[in-house]
C-alpha cells in the first residue's frame, strides 16, 4: 500500500472539491493511504512537493490545481512554471500526477474537474500510482 500526497492549489474551491473527490476516490478505490496539504496556487505546487520529498513521508504526489485564462500574461506564466516545476521534480524520480488544469474557462473546468465527465482528478491519481509502480519495476525507491 502506497502513501500518497495531494497537494492542492485551493484558488476555486468548488472545483477543487470535485478535483479531490475524484482523486480520493481513485486512490481509495486502488487501497491507498493519502494526505492532503494546500497551498496558494499553483506556483507554490512544486515547492510543496520537494518539500514533501525531503520527508520521506509519501510514496507518489497529486498535484491538483485549477489555472483560468484571464486578461494577462499571469495565465502562460502560471501555467508554463507550474507544469516546468512538476516535470523537474519527475525528472529527478518522483511519482507525480499532475492534475492541474489550466483552461480557457470555468466551463472547461467543470467539465474536468467533474468525477462523472472528465475526472481529471482521478485521472492524476491512477498518473502517480502508474509511475510509482514503474519505478518499483525498475527497482528505485
Known amino acids: 500500500m502506497a502513501h500518497v500526497l495531494i497537494v492542492e492549489a485551493r484558488f476555486y474551491s468548488h472545483l477543487n472539491d470535485m478535483l479531490l473527490d475524484g482523486v480520493r476516490s481513485a486512490l481509495d478505490a486502488a487501497g ?14 512544486p ?24 486578461e494577462t500574461y499571469h495565465f502562460e506564466v502560471v ?43 482521478g485521472e492524476a491519481a491512477k498518473a502517480a500510482l502508474a509511475m510509482l509502480a514503474l519505478k518499483e519495476q525498475f527497482g528505485i525507491g
Open 79 to 121: 501555467s508554463n512554471e507550474s507544469a516546468r516545476g512538476i516535470m523537474a521534480l519527475t525528472l529527478d524520480g518522483l511519482a507525480i500526477g499532475n492534475g492541474i488544469l489550466t483552461v480557457e474557462n470555468e466551463e472547461q473546468a467543470l467539465a474536468r474537474a467533474d468525477k462523472t465527465r472528465k475526472d481529471k482528478g
Open 32 to 45: 491507498h493511504s493519502h494526505e492532503t496539504v494546500t497551498v496558494p496556487g499553483a506556483l507554490e505546487v
Open 47 to 70: 515547492a510543496a512537493i520537494s518539500l514533501a520529498a525531503d520527508s520521506g513521508r509519501y510514496d507518489a504526489y497529486v498535484a491538483l490545481g485549477v489555472v483560468i485564462r484571464g
